[in-house]
T-cell receptor, first 110, second 116 residues
Framework: RKEVEQDPGPFNVPEGATVAFNCTYS??????FFWYRQDCRKEPKLLMS???SGNEDGRFTAQLNRASQYISLLIRDSKLSDSATYLC???????????FGRGTSLIVHP | SAVISQKPSRDICQRGTSLTIQCQVD?????MFWYRQQPGQSLTLIAT?????????ESGFVIDKFPISRPNLTFSTLTVSNMSPEDSSIYLC?????????????FGSGTQLSVL
């Protein structure tokens, strides 16, 4: 089983739609969680951190469920510019080594 | 956030040659990583670049193939040695931010390598 798993998609949604991605992780000792966005042929960029209490940044909401070992990303009112690959990143305690999921591809169409 | 300058941005190389990729950070950072990303795949960690000591390599990656230097806290190089077409990939350096950006990763713009 991979340490961090994501549905690769693609998720193909119309503008204005709400879309949610999930990411599961296998290491129960994982400490920190992030969502990154990667555009085609570009480097990943931090979208948001994920906190136990859940957090929101504009149209984006991230949540963590430690009991079930998954994190989620909700995008409301999708824009064309949201089209990208969304990477789930998990770090574990001790020596900080981030582990990436394979990414979920989102396509927002007019 | 940390600003990372990575070069070259792309290169086309002949089989059997070597390429050195450089990353310069605008601030001192403790942790620096080198990743590889093959088409349609996620990022695979090659190694952690340690300042003043040998890099720590992940399973499947060895120093002879991917020698890494880290002479100080703002600079690192990754060399892809004796290249073959299977080494064609995007190579990314990454650092962990400091202070309020602790545990957040920042990436260089990547080096797209094609080996003929």
């Amino acid at each position: 089983r991979k340490e961090v798993e994501q549905d690769p998609g693609p998720f193909n949604v119309p503008e204005g739609a709400t879309v949610a991605f999930n990411c599961t992780y296998s290491n129960s000792a994982s400490q920190s969680f992030f969502w990154y966005r990667q555009d085609c042929r570009k480097e990943p960029k931090l979208l948001m951190s994920v906190y136990s209490s859940g957090n929101e940044d504009g149209r984006f909401t991230a949540q963590l469920n430690r009991a079930s070992q998954y994190i989620s990303l909700l995008i409301r009112d999708s824009k064309l510019s949201d089209s990208a690959t969304y990477l789930c990143v998990v770090t574990s305690g001790g020596s900080y080594i981030p582990t990436f999921g394979r990414g979920t591809s989102l396509i927002v169409h007019p | 956030s940390a600003v990372i300058s990575q070069k070259p941005s792309r290169d086309i190389c002949q089989r059997g040659t070597s390429l050195t990729i450089q990353c310069q950070v605008d601030s001192q950072v403790t942790m620096m990583f080198w990743y590889r990303q093959q088409p349609g795949q996620s990022l695979t960690l090659i190694a952690t670049a340690n300042q003043g000591s040998e890099a720590t390599y992940e399973s499947g990656f060895v120093i002879d193939k991917f020698p890494i230097s880290r002479p100080n806290l703002t600079f690192s190089t990754l060399t892809v040695s004796n290249m073959s077409p299977e080494d064609s990939s995007i190579y990314l350096c990454s650092v962990v931010g400091a202070a309020a950006d602790n545990e957040k990763l920042f990436f260089g713009s990547g080096t797209q390598l094609s080996v003929l």
